[in-house]
């Protein structure tokens, strides 16, 4: 028969690097989520406008930071002063078309430009 020695007496286990994982996850977790209010664009579908349509045309389409309005590329700065002469009233309709390429980025870009300018009434349309 094999003799190892005295027996030793049984160690609990520690809880340390069980506490100390918990711990980096939870700090993990706190710093990866995302805390505050999403933000949305306020935007109506083309087919729920509650204004109807009046005037000449006002198309934006837009595609990776370029924007054309009635299919003239237009520079994003000047586009509020090139629909002024198309509005037949401020709160007309504009209708936005996103082009092949068109990021999510890229709609919330127009919109804000367009809502500093005074313009509200935005229809966006499905590509």
Do not use: C
């Not at 690097?17 to 980096?24: E, G, N, R, T, Y």
């Not at 430009?113 to 935005?122: C, D, E, F, H, N």
Request: charged fraction near 15%; proline fraction near 9%; glycine fraction near 8%.
């Amino acid at each position: 028969m094999l003799h190892f020695g005295p027996a030793r007496a049984r160690r609990k286990p520690s809880l340390t690097p069980m506490i100390d994982v918990v711990f980096l996850l939870l700090v993990f977790f706190m710093l990866a989520a995302r805390f505050g209010q999403d933000v949305g664009l306020a935007l109506a579908p083309a087919g729920q406008a509650t204004a109807s349509y009046a005037g000449p045309p006002r198309l934006v389409e837009f595609a990776g930071g370029a924007v054309w309005l009635n299919g003239v590329e237009t520079d994003l700065l000047v586009l509020p002063d090139a629909l002024a002469p198309l509005m037949p009233d401020p709160d007309a309709l504009v209708i936005l078309r996103p082009r092949d390429g068109a990021s999510v980025q890229d709609a919330a870009r127009l919109t804000d430009a367009l809502r500093a300018a005074g313009l509200s009434s935005l229809v966006l349309m499905e590509p």
